[in-house]
């Protein structure tokens, strides 16, 4: 069964640029959530979405979006980036029926500098 | 605010020796996970724990859930250069969201 996969793994873009990240979830989980990694802020909540509907979202400002396809598939987009949004974005899928107590499957994440 | 309190942030011992890294929160947790990360990859889950007071053994790791549900800790007996990684504590509150710790870095020297 293949993991959890996300594209690119790297990508560089300079201020005000907008970037979009791909998630593809383990075959037959519903449920994605997306984390910023930084050293200084751990890992940060963005969002869950679970049958193409945002279900959870954390503290971010608006320039961070997502959203889910019906094949569960999922992207983030951040729209005017800023240098504070160089970061290692994971994203996880969680089976079915497993519900908050179920274990996250996190993919390799994408790295993003910002310069 | 619901905010999980990781310590130490940095580890580094000698291998053979054993360690203790703590979880805290103000608030109760419905579940409490911890996982293990390596540089490149993303985080594994190494447990779960749902009852307070609740012990759970992995090999060489020992994971107890506080009784009142708001700490929890991981012990490693003898650590070994291969438990080398970030280890994370992740609490799921009662908004379902589950938010992790900042992280233990450990390095185990040989």
């Known amino acids: 069964k293949a993991g959890v996969t996300q594209t690119p793994r790297y990508l560089i873009k300079t201020r005000g640029q907008q970037v979009t990240l791909s998630c593809s979830p383990i075959?037959?989980?519903?449920?994605v959530s997306w984390y910023q990694q930084t050293p200084g802020q751990g890992l940060q909540f963005l969002f869950e979405?679970?049958?193409?509907?945002?279900?959870n979202k954390g503290n971010f400002p608006g320039r961070f979006s997502g959203r889910q396809f019906s094949n569960s598939r999922s992207e983030m987009n951040v729209s005017t980036l800023e240098l504070g949004d160089s970061a290692l974005y994971l994203c996880?899928?969680?089976?079915?029926?497993?519900?908050?107590?179920?274990?996250?499957?996190f993919g390799e994440g994408s790295r993003l500098t910002v310069l | 605010t619901q905010l999980l309190e990781q310590s130490p942030q940095f580890l580094s011992i000698q291998e053979g020796e054993n360690l203790t890294v703590y979880c805290n929160s103000s608030?109760?947790?419905?579940?409490l996970q911890w996982y293990r990360q390596e540089p490149g990859e993303g985080p594994v889950l190494l447990v779960t724990?749902?009852?307070?007071?609740e012990v759970k053994k992995l090999k060489r790791l020992t994971f107890q859930f506080g009784d009142a549900r708001k700490d929890s800790s991981l012990h490693i007996t003898a650590a070994q250069p291969g438990d080398t990684g970030l280890y994370l504590c992740?609490?799921?509150?009662?908004?379902?969201?589950?938010?992790f710790g900042q992280g233990t870095t450990l390095q185990v020297k040989p």
């Open positions: 996880a899928s969680r089976q079915p029926g497993q519900g908050d107590t179920g274990e996250l499957f």
């Open positions: 075959s037959g989980h519903r449920s």
């Open positions: 979405y679970f049958s193409e509907t945002q279900r």
């Open positions: 608030s109760v947790f419905s579940s």
């Open positions: 724990v749902v009852t307070g007071g």
């Open positions: 992740a609490g799921t509150f009662n908004t379902g969201k589950l938010i």
